[in-house]
């Protein structure tokens, strides 16, 4: 995890409004004490991996049991729904323990967080789609990952899976019977578990990885920061309206996700300070361009393209640059529009500014704009333009080639 020199670090961690930037030769210094637990080991999470559920997705695939308990997971959806019948006796009993919500969830927390995000989901979406979605691609243990895994070989799929998880956070019963997050996230866990176990076997991730195993409870740390933590940023960037109150409900459901997700609670930070601080340290010092991530990005922004969203390819470029800076940008080998750039840092402030009633002037591309933030909201809540959901299933292999 140590790629960028100090300067380098610091400049990045300014241009990416992720303030400060720890040292990155340092080890593990997060205090455990800021954390949902209060305390803790103080172990490095960058060796923790998921002791619950990596041993018994290793049986599970090495039994050959995987496609049946695909098979009886289709139809298990909603929270408040039963397990499903024919898994497993160890794999149910495992649900049984951790398909729940943590015993210091907050009901009125997280319904406030649902109602937050639908009062801002067009940001939201933009945000995490074209901010956190192409970040992923300069992280570079998730980009060689995601590449090197079977899902890599379809990004369609693999995007709208994604979406899933996104889009089931965002419901007004996220977390709720009725609602299916709580589900997704189980079925999420069960597939980076299995992972673990499958990429150490493909030589072409073994060959460019600096890890033994994949998805460290650091490595989940960082993609929540490039989400999370990186998407309330930029909102408090651009000025968009947040009480205190929605900003706290909005961590709390991230919280949730990521003890779903099975990072140990004395990882997961208590407050936005305690989060940008552990920002900070996990995720501005290891940002850097691999082969992997460059064509993630090119593939993940041409999908991006062929929605008709109103703008030109230029323009969705420039855009990138604006959210994630122009280094990202050169990483990343966006082609330079400057006409569309001029516009993008003109216009953009103006329009949330009048979009969120704190100025009368409306710009004269207000409406280019607005399609484009609800062009790629609808995205998001069509799951990236398929009706249906796209089930979460656990892969069995590898990218081939
Ligand atoms: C699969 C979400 C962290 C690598 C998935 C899936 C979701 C998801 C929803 C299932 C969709 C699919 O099968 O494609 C998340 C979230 C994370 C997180 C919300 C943290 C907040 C990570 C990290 C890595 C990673 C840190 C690697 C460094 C993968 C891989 C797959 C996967 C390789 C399987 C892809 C496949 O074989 O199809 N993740 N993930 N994830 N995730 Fe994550």
Same mark, same amino acid.
């Given at each position: 995890?140590?790629?960028?020199?100090?300067?380098?670090v610091l400049s990045l961690g300014v241009a990416l409004g992720l303030v400060g930037a720890a040292d990155p030769a340092k080890a593990w210094a997060w205090p455990s004490k800021d954390s949902v637990a209060g305390s803790g080991t103080g172990a490095d999470p960058e060796y923790v991996w998921d002791g619950a559920t990596d041993p018994l997705m290793v049986s599970l695939l090495q039994n050959g049991q995987v496609p049946a308990v695909n098979a009886a997971m289709a139809g298990w959806v909603n929270n408040g729904d039963a397990l499903p019948s024919g898994l497993p006796a160890e794999l149910a009993a495992h649900l049984r323990t951790v398909n729940k919500l943590?015993? /210091?969830?907050?009901? %009125?927390?997280?319904?406030? +967080?649902a109602d937050f995000n639908r009062r801002k989901d067009t940001y939201l979406f933009m945000l995490y789609g074209l901010g956190s979605g192409i970040m992923s691609t300069v992280i570079p243990r998730e980009a060689r990952s995601v590449y090197w895994s079977v899902g890599g070989a379809d990004m369609k799929d693999r995007a709208a899976k994604t979406f899933t998880f996104g889009y089931d956070l965002s419901q007004l019963d996220a977390f709720k019977p009725t609602g299916q #997050?709580? %589900?997704?996230?189980n079925k999420t866990r069960l597939v980076h578990g299995a992972v673990r176990h499958l990429l150490p076997q493909s030589p072409h991730w073994r060959a460019v990885t600096d890890q033994s195993v994949p998805i460290s409870a650091a490595d989940i740390l960082v993609t929540f920061h490039s989400l999370g933590t990186f998407v309330r940023r930029r909102l408090l960037d651009w000025k968009v309206p947040m009480s205190a109150a929605d900003q706290e409900a909005f961590l709390h459901s991230w919280q949730v996700a990521l003890h779903l997700l099975g990072v140990p609670d004395e990882y997961i930070p208590k407050t936005w300070a305690a989060a940008e601080a552990q920002s900070a340290q996990v995720l501005t010092p290891i940002l850097a361009p691999t082969p992997e991530g460059l064509d993630l990005a090119e593939v993940l922004l041409g999908l991006t393209a062929e929605i008709d969203l109103g703008v030109t390819r230029g323009f969705l470029n420039e855009f990138v640059?604006? %959210?994630?800076?122009?280094? %990202?940008?050169?990483?990343?080998?966006?082609?330079?529009?400057? +006409?569309?750039?001029?516009?993008?840092?003109?216009? /953009?402030?103006? #329009?949330?500014l009048f979009r969120e009633g704190l100025s009368p002037v409306m710009?004269?591309?207000?409406?280019m704009f607005d399609q484009f933030v609800r062009g790629l909201a609808m995205l998001f809540l069509n799951k990236g333009s398929s009706s249906t959901t796209t089930p979460i299933t656990i892969p069995t292999g590898n990218r081939p080639t």
């Amino acid at each position: 995890m140590r790629n960028l020199d100090r300067r380098k670090v610091l400049s990045l961690g300014v241009a990416l409004g992720l303030v400060g930037a720890a040292d990155p030769a340092k080890a593990w210094a997060w205090p455990s004490k800021d954390s949902v637990a209060g305390s803790g080991t103080g172990a490095d999470p960058e060796y923790v991996w998921d002791g619950a559920t990596d041993p018994l997705m290793v049986s599970l695939l090495q039994n050959g049991q995987v496609p049946a308990v695909n098979a009886a997971m289709a139809g298990w959806v909603n929270n408040g729904d039963a397990l499903p019948s024919g898994l497993p006796a160890e794999l149910a009993a495992h649900l049984r323990t951790v398909n729940k919500l943590p015993p /210091w969830a907050d009901p %009125v927390k997280l319904a406030r +967080a649902a109602d937050f995000n639908r009062r801002k989901d067009t940001y939201l979406f933009m945000l995490y789609g074209l901010g956190s979605g192409i970040m992923s691609t300069v992280i570079p243990r998730e980009a060689r990952s995601v590449y090197w895994s079977v899902g890599g070989a379809d990004m369609k799929d693999r995007a709208a899976k994604t979406f899933t998880f996104g889009y089931d956070l965002s419901q007004l019963d996220a977390f709720k019977p009725t609602g299916q #997050f709580v %589900v997704t996230a189980n079925k999420t866990r069960l597939v980076h578990g299995a992972v673990r176990h499958l990429l150490p076997q493909s030589p072409h991730w073994r060959a460019v990885t600096d890890q033994s195993v994949p998805i460290s409870a650091a490595d989940i740390l960082v993609t929540f920061h490039s989400l999370g933590t990186f998407v309330r940023r930029r909102l408090l960037d651009w000025k968009v309206p947040m009480s205190a109150a929605d900003q706290e409900a909005f961590l709390h459901s991230w919280q949730v996700a990521l003890h779903l997700l099975g990072v140990p609670d004395e990882y997961i930070p208590k407050t936005w300070a305690a989060a940008e601080a552990q920002s900070a340290q996990v995720l501005t010092p290891i940002l850097a361009p691999t082969p992997e991530g460059l064509d993630l990005a090119e593939v993940l922004l041409g999908l991006t393209a062929e929605i008709d969203l109103g703008v030109t390819r230029g323009f969705l470029n420039e855009f990138v640059r604006y %959210v994630l800076s122009n280094e %990202v940008g050169d990483w990343l080998k966006l082609p330079r529009d400057y +006409a569309a750039a001029a516009l993008v840092r003109t216009v /953009w402030p103006a #329009f949330i500014l009048f979009r969120e009633g704190l100025s009368p002037v409306m710009p004269g591309t207000f409406y280019m704009f607005d399609q484009f933030v609800r062009g790629l909201a609808m995205l998001f809540l069509n799951k990236g333009s398929s009706s249906t959901t796209t089930p979460i299933t656990i892969p069995t292999g590898n990218r081939p080639t």
